[in-house]
């Protein structure tokens, strides 16, 4: 049996934000992801793969 944590919507923006180093504010929860604002795609894909 696996154990498993549930994460809500604040958490999820917050764990984001701080992987990208952006404000909570900057990160944008949609229906079904979340959308970043104020970086670009390449930014965020160096941040990635850092």
């Known amino acids: 049996m696996k154990t ?3 994460l809500e919507t604040k ?3 917050e764990i ?3 992987f ?3 404000k909570v ?3 944008i929860p949609n229906r ?3 959308s970043i ?3 670009n795609a390449e930014e ?3 941040k990635i793969h850092d």
Do not use: C, H, P, W
């Open 16 to 18: 984001i934000a701080k």
């Open 11 to 13: 958490d999820v923006r």
């Open 32 to 34: 079904y992801s979340f």
């Open 4 to 6: 498993t944590v549930q």
């Open 25 to 27: 504010d900057d990160v």
């Open 20 to 22: 990208l180093g952006i």
């Open 37 to 39: 604002a104020n970086m």
């Open 44 to 46: 965020i894909e160096k």
